[in-house]
């Protein structure tokens, strides 16, 4: 059972443009979370979203930034006209459906995260 | 999520048990704690979580003191690999929000 897939793993971008980062989630996992990290600091929570739904988006910036977790496909977190203070690590974590097994652990399964560089 | 008061960094020798402490003061009765850890350049993992009584998996040892204030993770043998930043989280039972990340605590391991 493939972990959770983030891609790209290293992107760089110049300021001003677009950055697209991609989260599958672990097979049968429907609940997604996206983390940023920057250099030397803790993990700072952006947004949690099910399948169609954006269920907390608490921790977006509230410009610049989009998620989206399509019925099909991966979940997407779009950065547009990035800036140099959006270089960090993004991390992507995913869980299972409630009542099946999520609320015995309540364990959140990471991905290796993206390493966003804006020049 | 309540608040978790962990040390900024410790230090510990190879192949020695490791005790990482964690205070929860205002833990409530539903709090899971929870530990995860962040080796360098990866994601963060699971480790372990209890609600009230003493947890041990292949990983490691939880510790939870009776009044639920405090909690301490227990590596018996640590290695090389144990280097990592440990986040001690609490959680609500019935909460499927996010995990809250602190500071944690960076644990060094020396050979």
């Known amino acids: 059972n493939a972990g959770v897939m983030q891609n790209p793993r290293h992107l760089v971008r110049r300021r001003g443009q677009e950055a697209r980062l991609r989260c599958s989630p672990m097979k049968g996992h429907s609940h997604v979370y996206w983390y940023r990290q920057l250099p030397e600091e803790g993990l700072k929570f952006m947004v949690y979203?099910?399948?169609?739904?954006?269920?907390?988006e608490s921790g977006m910036p509230k410009e610049r930034f989009s998620a989206e977790f399509p019925k099909e496909g991966p979940s997407i977190l779009r950065i547009q006209q990035v800036v140099r203070g959006d270089s960090a690590a993004y991390f992507c974590a995913s869980s299972p459906i409630p009542g099946q097994g999520y609320m015995d652990t309540g364990e959140l399964f990471f991905g290796e995260g993206s390493r966003l560089t804006v020049l | 999520d309540a608040k978790t008061t962990q040390p900024n960094s410790m230090e510990s020798n190879e192949e020695e048990p490791v005790h990482l402490p964690c205070n929860h003061s205002?833990?409530?009765?539903?709090?899971?704690i929870h530990w995860y850890r962040q080796l360098p350049s990866q994601g963060p993992e699971y480790v372990i979580h209890?609600?009230?009584s003493n947890v041990n998996n292949r990983m490691a040892s939880l510790a939870i003191a009776e009044d639920r204030k405090s909690s301490t993770l227990i590596l018996h043998r640590a290695t090389l690999r144990d280097a990592a930043v440990y986040y001690c989280?609490?959680?609500?039972?019935?909460?499927?929000?996010?995990?809250?990340f602190g500071k944690g605590t960076k644990l060094s391991v020396k050979p």
């Open positions: 205002t833990i409530s009765g539903t709090d899971y």
């Open positions: 979203l099910q399948k169609e739904n954006i269920i907390d």
């Open positions: 209890g609600l009230t």
């Open positions: 989280i609490l959680r609500d039972g019935g909460s499927q929000g996010n995990l809250i």
